[in-house]
């Protein structure tokens, strides 16, 4: 029995030994793929009308952008009340819907890549007891009618 045992040992850790080793690593090169940088919630209370704001990078290296669709998650609801910006405080004019779940930004000009959007949804209300919320956001870029997924923004209360 004891022999066995050790056969069955050896042989496991041969077997192990002998396969190379995988490593995972991280989508590559983010730096031509718009993506979210940040998200803020403010105040940060469980309860009430809060601001949710996110961060949208545009690499130098992507086209440019014509539109963003955002999925509201389950237990959330949002007023048509945004704040778009660039990264130096300018406003962007947008054509912003809310229908349903789905908030749409059309931008009235291109948005240039080397750019990073700030957008702020003012009046989110939330229901229910949920202490986290995925907005998954997708894009519209120049030459492309399709929509793009670029991330998912998430905000956690602690």
Do not use: C
């Not at 940040?38 to 690499?59: A, D």
């Not at 300018?90 to 931008?107: D, E, H, L």
């Amino acid at each position: 029995m004891m022999k066995k045992f050790s056969f069955t040992t050896t042989v496991s850790l041969i077997l192990t030994a002998s396969f190379s080793a995988v490593y995972a690593s991280q989508i590559p090169d983010t730096k031509s793929f718009a993506h979210i940088l940040s998200t803020v919630q403010f105040p940060q209370t469980k309860w009430g009308t809060v601001r949710h704001s996110f961060k949208l990078e545009i690499p130098q290296n992507s086209s440019d952008l014509t539109q963003i669709t955002i999925d509201i998650p389950p237990g959330l609801s949002v007023k048509n009340d945004f704040n778009i910006s660039d990264q130096s405080g300018r406003g962007i004019q947008a054509n912003t819907t809310v229908n349903g779940s789905k908030i749409t930004i059309a931008f009235a000009q291109l948005v240039a890549p080397a750019n990073i959007l700030d957008i702020d949804m003012n009046k989110v209300n939330r229901r229910g007891t949920s202490n986290a919320w995925l907005y998954r956001v997708s894009a519209k870029f120049i030459g492309s009618d399709a929509e793009i997924p670029v991330g998912v923004a998430q905000f956690r209360i602690y």
